[in-house]
Structure formats: C-alpha cells, structure tokens
C-alpha cells in the first residue's frame, strides 16, 4: 500500500459498493481477505481505499461505482484532510479549465513527475485569476504526492461535467457533512438578496447616473460565497472571510464559477477594476479590513449573529461608526455600518439580519439615525426556515448609502413575505417555503417602492401619494404584506422596524361584507348538520362476535398493511398526521427521493389511514380528491380488498375506544398505535357494508361539525377584528 494512502470509513465503503453499513460488517465477518483497518477507532475503524476497491473489484462489487464517488472518497479520506483535497483539486480544476492543453502534458508523466511540475502550472493559473495576495497557497511538490490520484480523478470528473461543476459537487458535499461546521446561505435566499441589489436603470439626477464603469460587489462575510456566486451580470468582486481555509476555498470556488475568458487580468488595473475581477482577502473584517478604501456599487452580507467578541472594545473610536457606536450586543450593528462605509454614494447593500436586530432596545439611537439619514430603506421579514437558524423569521435590511445635498427619504419599506397571500401556503417549514412567491413579493414592492423614490425625498412622497390622499396607494400598499411607513411614526422610545408591528393582519373576516358571506357558509353549514345529526340510538342486546385482527387479515390476504415515510418522486403532495387529524387536505411536501428501488406509496381511493402516535381515536377514508397523495409519516396505510372488506366498515371498527386503547403501547413518552392489533368482527360483505353506510353517515356529520367550528370561529374573531379597527359598526 503506498504511503499517506487515502482512507475510507465502513460509511464510504457501503456508498462505494451501494450497500447498507450492515453489508459491510457482515462482508468483514464472513470474507478472511477483507482488508485489515488501517486507521481510525475500534468502533469507527477506517481503510485503505486502494485496497478496499481492489478488494470490491475482486468480489464483483465495484462495476458501477459512479466517478464522481470515488473522488469523493478520495477528499473525504485524503492524509492531509478534506479542506486540502478540496484546495489541491480546486487549484487544478483551474489549470483543467483555462489551460487544458498544459493540463494534458502535465498529466502525461508519472506521479512523481506530474507533482514536480504542476505547482509552476498551479500558480500561473492562480495569480492569473486571484491576483497577489491570494488566500490559496501554491502547493509544492511534496505537499502534491499524495493529492495526484485525486488530481487525476478530478480532471476526469471535469470532463464529464464541466470544471465548475465538478468543484461544486465536491464543496457542496464537504459543507453538507460537516452542517454544524459552516453557516450556509441557501441558494434561493442568496438570489433573492442579489436581487434587491441589482442596480435599476439611473434615475434622471441619481448618484451615479450614466456610470459605465464595471459594477463592484463586496461581502464582507463570504462564509461559503453564496452570495458572490448569486450576482448577476459582469461585476468585479470582493470577499473576505476570517477562517482562512474557508476562504481558499470561496476564492476558488468564485474563479471557477467565473466565466470570463482565461488571462483576463483579476486585480484592478490602473482607473478600475476589470471585468470579472476576483479579490479575496482572509482576516477578521471589523479588526483588519481588507479593503479600507474601497467604496463599491453594491454590499451584500449574511454577517455572524451574537456576537460577542467583535471587537467593541478596541474599535471604539473607529470612523466607520458614522450612525453611533455599536453596544457590545449589536454586533450586527456594526456589520450594517461597516457595509455604508463601503459603499460608494447611492450603492445599496443588503444585509441579512436577525428579528431582534429591529426592535433591540440598545440599538434603538443607531436604527433611529439610520432612518432620520435615509440610509436604511427597507426592512423585509422572511419566513422561518429560509436560512439558519431556521426556526426564527429572519429579515433583510436594504439600506442606501446617502449623498451630499440629498433630502433624507421620508419613508420606510416595510415587507413581511410570510404573510403575503401568495406565499401563505408554503409556511411552515425550511423545505416549504415557496420562495418564487416570496421572491415575487419582496422584488414586486421593493421595485415599486424604489422607483417611486428618486433622489429627492419631496418627490418621492409625491409619487407614492395619490392626489388628494394623505397615504400611500398601491402597489407600494398592500393591506398585512407591504406598506411605507413615514419616518416619524418610527421615531418613538423604541424604534421598532420590525413589519409585524407595522403590517397588522387584515380582519380575519375580510370586512362587513365577507363577514356576511361568512355568516351565510355557516347558516348552510348548521342546516346541513341539523340534518345530519344521528337519530335515537335504538338499544340491542350484546351478541358474541368472532373476532379477528388486522394483522390476521394482512397475513391471509385481505388487505396490506403499510407505513408511510413521506418519501415522494414528484410533485404530488403529502397527506401528514396533521391533515388526518385535522381532516384537512394533503398539504406536505414531500420528505426525500424514496430509497433506491422504493416507489412512493401513493393513495388509492378506499384506503384506509390511521395515525401511529398519540394515542388518538381517528381513521381516515381516502377520497378521490385525496387520491394520488403521498403517505406521510407516521402514518399507518390499511389497503383492504373491496371483494372481502369494505373500508368504512374497517375505518369505524377500528375507532373503537376499547379496540384503540387495546392495540396501544408506550415508546419512550409517546402513546404508540400497533395496527396490527386492532380487532374486528368477522361479518358477511353484506352486513359489513350496512355498517359501513352508519359510519359514512357518522364521518360526513363530523365534517358539518368540524366546518361549522371553523366557519364560526372565523365569524367570531373576524367580528372582533371589525369592531376593534372601526370597519364594522356596533350596531
């Protein structure tokens, strides 16, 4: 085995041979040859991956193992770590793309050549792209060696799908496996911040009117540069991060997924910047900023959160802290005002910051000089889950660096995305967010907002007001989603921006008149269940039953008996826990892909679902209109056969609060439902559907309840919400 040999976990080797970890223990046990471990821990032993695959090619396993998983062993298991890997294969992707011939000669030697010559290559493609000052070391020759089998690897990734790609398939899978290590802005987030920055067309007499200069864009906390890599058109850029090795790696990242032509110069050259420069610097932004005179066209920042080690003490006396001096806990504070002191004068920038950051009270003088300047213009509230942590609504702060002889913008923009009605239905979650709704309600009026600003404050309160009117008309206003507030209303002791507190919800009833259509859905509603309630209950004797159970009926054919894990191939919906407890229609997205060789269980009408936990008493016939949804988890599927079982008959019998309580048990704290030990009688077809018609008849009174419960309280809160905001008179 040759020395400094990459080392692949039992993890590794069952996603090299596409098998489960228990596969790999049991070929250990059974298989004398298996590779002996050649690392690692007793209980986390790790391999050579030379040996492993010979091993796997000897036994037939290893045919159809995809390239791009065998590089990824190589990085995961590389003897200098996975961030080297990733640097040694980034540079070369380099080489790869902007000097292919030079690659292929490099290529042509021996392991030991190709490590002599490649650093010259490696260099010449670095300084050409990154400039001086680079955060990525040129490897030498030594350091090399044990990367050229990955190199080469590498190389053929990148010709089966593009350099760019083949790094970000690396770099993506290593953020992926260390979560807790990074701090990634998702995608469409990062879209969306690039966009409320693009520069519009100048405005007649704006700061910057008729530039044709290259546009500049900074992030001053480039954490994975997603950022960066969202900006649109020809731009120079300019990141810095502190973690040094993150920031090799944003720099590659960023020279790969540039696309101007190779040799292009990437330092600014004499009067500007040139198109398609890249310049990444790594330090700690507050304490040593990389770029003290620089002033760019565009900001953009996702900034650390909480912090409380940024530096206040010995940056007190810092001149960027031109609107105050942060207090201790508004570290994001001093990200806000550090990104106006980089911008030239009418460049925007756009900060993703934490809800508290709004409404703090020690940093209430800050946000008030910002309003009363007319730097901060616009405060956006996303939904939760759109990026870590996930379970708080964050917002975005657009703000514009103000300039000499401008009046200050008399308003502020402020936007809460969650509560738009395109985008209500997405809410609830990090994978649910609808973000072509959120994009379209956050661009639509901040877009609208920004036009009707020009550079002079007077005529911007102009155009926002209709003639005759003392507010703000659409589309800037929208009643719950969008609104300009003027800057004194915010001008109080506590200088909330928050938009909840400046957006209240429209009345819930929508107004006298949807309040009166409300008021006639439930008349109907009460109508059709005074209709439906059940008559007099006529008494009976007791008779003895043969029983039988779910799990007996499985085994003998009459019906199948599945567990749904929310795992869907398309875009079919979700039926959840929450819908069948609610008895709401599907409204999941779906979890995953199934597992290879899985098909998503689909529903079929007459199916019968009943839920695991919880201990509650409710089953659910599936409809043609639930039909064709995914099982969610938790979620027990009883599929009978209509020649043996009608399913109402089997949904009501399974209701029962002594059948319930007989087939529960505990798991840890939770009540757990075993479906297979649910009981019913043993009837003939016929006398099994005459039950079934009660139980039908039992499930639609049910639903009048339920929708009358729904539609009163609706009316109640609506009639509350009209009373208090004087849209619906007491009388």
Wanted: charged content about 25%; hydrophobic content about 40%.
């Amino acid at each position: 085995m040759p020395e400094n040999s990459t080392e692949v976990t039992a993890a590794g080797i069952a996603r090299l041979a596409g098998v489960g970890r228990a596969a790999v223990s049991n070929w250990r046990r059974r298989h004398p040859d298996f590779p002996r471990p050649v690392g690692g821990t007793d209980t986390s032993p790790s391999f050579a991956l030379p040996e492993i695959e010979q091993w796997l090619r000897d036994q037939g396993k290893l045919a159809e193992v995809p390239l791009r998983e065998r590089v990824w062993q190589q990085v995961a298991g590389h003897p200098a770590g996975a961030v080297t890997a990733l640097i040694h294969a980034g540079c070369a992707l380099l080489v790869v793309r902007d000097r292919p011939t030079a690659w292929l000669e490099i290529t042509a030697v021996s392991d030991a050549r190709m490590a002599e010559v490649l650093p010259a290559a490696l260099d010449e493609a670095l300084t050409a792209r990154l400039g001086p000052g680079r955060p990525v070391h040129t490897p030498t020759g030594p350091e090399l060696l044990p990367s050229v089998p990955l190199l080469r690897g590498t190389a053929e990734l990148a010709a089966e799908t593009g350099a760019r790609k083949a790094f970000e398939f690396l770099f993506v899978r290593r953020l992926d496996a260390n979560p807790r290590q990074y701090t990634p802005t998702p995608p469409d987030l990062a879209a969306l911040m690039a966009a409320l920055a693009e520069p519009d067309a100048p405005r007649p007499g704006a700061a910057g009117a008729g530039r044709t200069a290259v546009r500049t864009v900074l992030d001053p906390a480039a954490g994975t540069g997603a950022l960066l890599r969202a900006v649109g058109g020809p731009a120079a850029l300019y990141a810095q991060e502190a973690d040094p090795d993150l920031a090799a790696l944003v720099a590659l990242r960023l020279a790969l997924h540039a696309e101007n032509a190779a040799g292009e110069p990437a330092a600014p050259p004499g009067d500007g910047p040139a198109r398609g420069a890249i310049t990444v610097r790594a330090g700690d932004t507050l304490r040593t900023d990389a770029f003290p005179r620089l002033a760019v066209d565009t900001v953009l920042c996702h900034p650390p959160f909480n912090e409380r080690n940024w530096g206040h003490d010995e940056l007190a006396y810092d001149p960027r802290w031109e609107y105050g001096v942060p207090a201790r806990t508004e570290s994001e504070l001093a990200w806000v005002q550090h990104a106006l002191a980089r911008l030239r004068e009418g460049g925007t920038a756009v900060l993703l910051m934490p809800p508290a950051a709004a409404s703090r009270r020690s940093g209430r003088r800050i946000r008030a000089d910002l309003l009363r300047r007319g730097a901060l213009r616009a405060v956006i509230a996303l939904p939760a889950g759109a990026a870590p942590p996930y379970g708080i609504p964050l917002h975005l702060w657009v703000l514009r660096k103000p300039g000499a002889g401008r009046h200050p913008a008399p308003e502020l923009l402020v936007v809460d995305t969650a509560e738009s009605p395109e985008a209500s239905p997405a809410a609830g979650g990090r994978d649910r967010i609808d973000w072509t709704a959120v994009r379209a309600t956050a661009l639509d009026a901040w877009h609208a907002f920004d036009r009707a600003g020009g550079p002079d404050g007077e005529d911007a309160a102009r155009t926002l007001r209709a003639p005759g009117t003392d507010r703000a008309e659409a589309p800037v206003d929208r009643p719950g989603v969008s609104r300009a507030v003027p800057v004194i209303e915010l001008l109080d002791d506590d200088v909330d921006l928050a938009p909840a507190r400046h957006l209240p919800s429209p009345a819930t009833g929508g107004g006298a008149a949807e309040l009166a259509g409300v008021r006639e859905r439930l008349d109907d509603t009460l109508k059709l269940t005074a209709r439906l309630t059940p008559p007099p209950a006529a008494p009976r004797e007791p008779s003895r039953r043969t029983l039988t159970t779910v799990g007996e009926l499985a085994r003998s054919g009459a019906l199948r008996l599945r567990t749904g894990s929310g795992a869907g191939g398309g875009s079919a919906p979700v039926l959840t826990e929450h819908d069948v407890l609610a008895g709401t229609a599907p409204s999941g997205a779906p979890a995953g892909a199934p597992a290879p060789g899985e098909e998503p269980l689909l529903l079929e009408p007459g199916d019968v679902v009943v839920p695991v936990l919880g201990g509650v008493t409710v089953t659910r016939v599936v409809d043609e209109a639930t039909a064709g949804a995914v099982l969610g988890r938790n979620l027990q599927l009883l599929r009978p056969d209509p020649a043996a079982l009608d399913p109402w008959f089997l949904a009501g019998f399974l209701r029962g609060t002594a059948n319930n309580r007989q087939a529960s048990s505990y798991a840890s704290t939770a009540t757990r439902l075993d479906a297979r030990r649910l009981q019913l009688p043993r009837l003939p077809l016929d006398e099994q559907r005459g039950y079934g018609e009660r139980f039908r008849a039992l499930a639609e009174f049910e639903d009048a309840l339920r929708t009358a419960g729904r539609l009163g309280g609706q009316l109640v809160q609506g009639l509350h919400d009209g009373l208090t905001d004087g849209t619906v008179a007491p009388e």
